[in-house]
């Protein structure tokens, strides 16, 4: 039980932390990371293990070619669809996965990392919009796409075997296929609009549970035990408790604990009941331990806003702001968290390649400097002040978040306008819509975003946050677009050498602050350790996910 959401059940869409945390029981992936109660060794907890692959390829069992650029990925034997009737998963089934990602009704958020690597994924994608210009996205019109449209890197060499031709050789390509959106998708979605309530009424899986109830817009979630699924075609994942069932709520974070305490729940759901305190009544604690650091939270500005003249899409308005935000103030807040943050000064957060120490905004104490931000305002030509919209989820540290930031915006003429949504609402059919910038519907907004994968990971902050993506799904909120962030974002995907690559990431970096699409806030841990109830055991951790698995926890029997 808690706070938040999910913001997609469809994985062709689903992007947000509190999603993964569910979906690593609803569905799998060609690579995954095993859950660990060890991260003591980054290695083994970021590299990606056989999930629906059979092994990991390589250059000696013939699933990379010598020149990299091919890949040959056998799939396991026995995955099996819980359809009607039962059937394995097959190789078309993960091509049909990765033929949905563009869909322009709820696409996918880090597109880039497909259409950097794979040869021809980018023309596939420009195709699919092409096609639905003006046009109604209907579930047939959408499958008729996708079965008559080819990518021209993907192809199945027969049920079981996929080969993929890349662009240039990707040394995290793994990475990239250990992301939800490598999930497969079964033959039946192509009667339903990719993330519908039809859609989640159909869901199906291959993994160890399935979706037996999503009820109240997500406020009430069920899961049950997949009768399809076998532990020998899983190494990854297990099936130990009988269902899961999860409420979102809006509770303070101790009102949580003490129901753990009590035993009415098992676990937090999402990420603010959270503690590093040990768990009471004697049980062993989780170890504490973060494997990096999340860009969390951040402002975005809709630079595609009409509002007030267009303010936000002013450097001088945005500048004004970036110096009116009290970093430290908001760390308080999020301290409620017990998580380690600290105030960020660039849009790379600590632990991810290209992150240097550089402060190109700097204010004393980073408390903010409401005289500089003030003159900048007036220089920007808003003297007078003016309003702005704010996107702001209707959930309680949220919501503390932006009444921390109004305060400090109001000291120097600005005020905010609220438009409260849920988690889904604001990702979903807000942030992530162009069109909805267009409108004007928000000029300022405070999401987060957690790397997709530690380690090697130059690409994963970048590339979904700042590179040229102006599609219904974007996570480029603010429909950012720099020729030059571009340019150097391919150059350094390309560089071989991992020096040279650091410095091109940093390069963006400082690009990106030039230009301050964002305002960075917090370094915010990535945080593994979790309070939990004293019945829960082996609560081992999924870094990239954030969470206790839910596959591999099982319960003590209830006290009398």
């Known amino acids: ?88 998963v097959t190789a078309h089934d993960v091509i049909r996965g990765l033929k949905r990602l563009p869909n322009p009704v709820s696409g996918a958020g880090a597109l880039h990392y497909f259409t950097s690597t794979i040869v021809g994924f980018r023309e596939y994608c420009d195709a699919y919009r092409t096609a639905f210009e003006g046009r109604e996205p209907t579930p047939a019109a959408l499958a008729e796409f996708q079965n008559t449209h080819d990518i021209a890197g993907l192809r199945a060499a027969d049920d079981k075997t996929l080969v993929f031709r890349l662009r240039q050789p990707a040394n995290d390509f793994l990475n990239i296929l250990a992301t939800g959106f490598t999930s497969p998708a079964p033959e039946e979605y192509d009667a339903y609009l990719p993330d519908s309530a039809e859609f989640r009424r159909n869901t199906l899986s291959c993994a160890p549970y399935r979706l037996a109830e999503y009820a109240d817009n997500g406020l009430k979630i069920l899961l049950e035990r997949n009768p399809e699924w076998r532990k020998e075609t899983d190494p990854i994942r297990n099936q130990y408790v009988e269902r899961i069932d999860i409420r979102v709520g809006n509770e303070p974070v101790a009102v949580t604990q003490q129901k753990m305490d009590r035993g009415e729940i098992d676990l937090a759901w999402s990420y603010t009941a959270v503690s590093w305190a040990r768990p009471k009544a004697g049980q062993d604690a989780a170890p504490r331990s973060y494997p990096g650091f999340a860009l969390n939270p951040y402002l975005v500005f809709n630079l595609r806003s009409p509002n007030q003249d267009g303010a936000v899409g002013k450097l001088g308005v945005r500048k004004a702001i970036a110096h009116a935000v009290n970093k430290v103030a908001i760390g308080e807040i999020l301290d409620d968290l017990d998580a380690p943050n600290t105030p960020l000064r660039s849009v790379i957060p600590v632990g991810s390649i290209g992150h240097r120490d550089f402060n190109p905004y700097p204010t004393p104490d980073d408390r903010g400097d409401p005289a500089t931000a003030r003159r900048l305002l007036v220089e920007a030509g808003y003297g007078d002040g003016l309003t702005l919209i704010a996107a702001v989820r209707d959930i309680g540290i949220h919501l503390k978040v932006m009444e921390s930031v109004a305060a400090d915006l109001a000291k120097i003429g600005i005020a905010l306008e609220w438009r409260k949504y849920s988690q889904a609402e604001y990702y979903g059919s807000v942030l992530s819509d162009p069109e909805a910038g267009r409108r004007g519907e928000w000029d300022i907004a405070e999401p987060g975003f957690t790397p997709d994968w530690f380690g090697n990971n130059g690409r994963v902050i970048v590339q979904p946050l700042f590179q040229t993506n102006d599609v219904q799904g974007t996570t480029n909120y603010g429909g950012y677009s720099s020729p030059v962030v571009d340019a150097l974002i391919e150059q350094a995907l390309q560089e071989p050498d991992p020096a040279a690559a650091e410095q091109l990431w940093h390069q963006v970096d400082v690009e990106v602050m030039r230009d301050l699409p964002i305002v960075p806030i917090l370094n915010f841990a990535a945080m593994t350790s979790r309070y939990h109830g004293k019945r829960v055991r082996n609560a081992v951790h999924v870094p990239q996910i954030e969470f206790f698995d839910m596959t591999n926890l099982w319960l003590d029997p209830p006290e009398d």
């Open 1 to 88: 039980m808690g706070p938040g959401g999910v913001d997609h059940i469809d994985t062709a869409s689903a992007y947000y932390a509190t999603s993964a945390q569910i979906l690593r029981a609803l569905s799998r992936q060609l690579f995954a990371y095993p859950a660990s109660a060890d991260l003591s060794d980054p290695t083994a907890a970021f590299t990606p293990a056989p999930d629906l692959a059979a092994e990991v390829p390589t250059e000696e069992n013939g699933g990379i070619s010598a020149d990299r650029r091919t890949y040959t990925i056998r799939l396991r034997e026995g995955v099996r669809w819980n359809s009607t009737p039962p059937r394995e």
